[in-house]
């Protein structure tokens, strides 16, 4: 695992974009694994700025979204397919049809689970995939468990989790309780990960993560079994280092 303790978020976001676009100019048509909450909107906004200057093109790139709640769609303002569209897609060329989220309007979850462990299958894999982390050290929406779940899966949210997203709806009972996420076994068959992380809240999830034994108790903590893993933190994110 290679490390980079930013000192601020800032800096955080600009090491961060900095990984996400070398890949895409290696690889022009890479398949980016994405994530959404509030860390990684920094490091959108300077992938957008960068493509603007035409530095890079997205034209030929392809993505996938680590999860979406169950219940919202594209019509719902706090979906993560909505996200996306705000705070990247909508502001690159790159092809909507080459986007790809997990349907939270799809009742029938095995099917749905089934369907988007397809979509990654036949892109190849996933070349790089951004994590964000969890106060309990979730990725994804893979919250702590008794064991790791392999391919993408319906979970039941943990209250800790829903009340650290809960700032962005109108209240608590507005925030779904399940969602879809990709499983930790998706995660980890990515060639290279990029983990971010954010905050004096995130610091004992990435000391666990980092130092910590490898349990599904703290899912992030599997990373140190993968080959290729680069976490990026500010200093509040790895003052217990």
């Known amino acids: 695992m290679r490390i980079y303790?930013?000192?601020?978020?800032?800096?955080?976001?600009r090491r961060a974009a900095s990984i996400i676009a070398a890949?895409?100019?290696?690889?022009p048509?890479?398949?980016?694994?994405?994530?959404?909450?509030?860390?990684p909107i920094g490091a959108y906004k300077r992938l957008v700025k960068q493509y603007k200057k035409g530095k890079l093109d997205f034209s030929a790139v392809r993505t996938v979204n680590l999860d979406e709640y169950k219940g919202l769609g594209a019509g719902d303002e706090q979906s993560y397919i909505n996200f996306m569209n705000e705070n990247?897609?909508?502001h690159v060329n790159i092809a909507k049809e080459n986007t790809n989220v997990?349907?939270?309007?799809?009742?029938?979850a095995a099917a749905e689970c089934a369907r988007y462990d397809k979509v990654i299958a036949d892109m190849g894999g996933i070349d790089l995939q951004l994590l964000g982390i969890g106060n309990n050290g979730h990725i994804g929406f893979n919250e702590p468990a008794k064991s790791f779940a392999d391919g993408t899966h319906m979970v039941t949210l943990e209250e800790g989790t829903r009340e650290a997203n809960a700032r962005f709806f109108s209240s608590l009972d507005e925030v779904p309780?399940?969602?879809?996420?990709?499983?930790?076994?998706?995660?980890?068959?990515?060639k290279m990960i990029l983990l971010v992380a954010s905050g004096k809240a995130k610091?004992?999830?990435v000391k666990d993560t980092v130092s910590g034994p490898v349990t599904p108790?703290?899912?992030?903590?599997?990373?140190q079994l993968h080959p290729n893993v680069v976490l990026v933190g500010d200093e509040d994110a790895m003052s217990l280092l």
């Open 203 to 205: 610091a004992q999830a």
């Open 88 to 90: 990247l897609f909508s």
């Open 217 to 223: 108790k703290v899912p992030a903590s599997v990373l």
């Open 177 to 190: 309780t399940a969602a879809y996420t990709m499983g930790v076994g998706s995660i980890m068959r990515a």
């Open 102 to 108: 997990p349907n939270g309007l799809n009742k029938d």
């Open 29 to 39: 048509d890479c398949v980016l694994g994405l994530a959404t909450g509030s860390t």
């Open 5 to 13: 303790k930013e000192k601020d978020y800032e800096a955080m976001s």
């Open 23 to 27: 890949q895409v100019i290696l690889k």
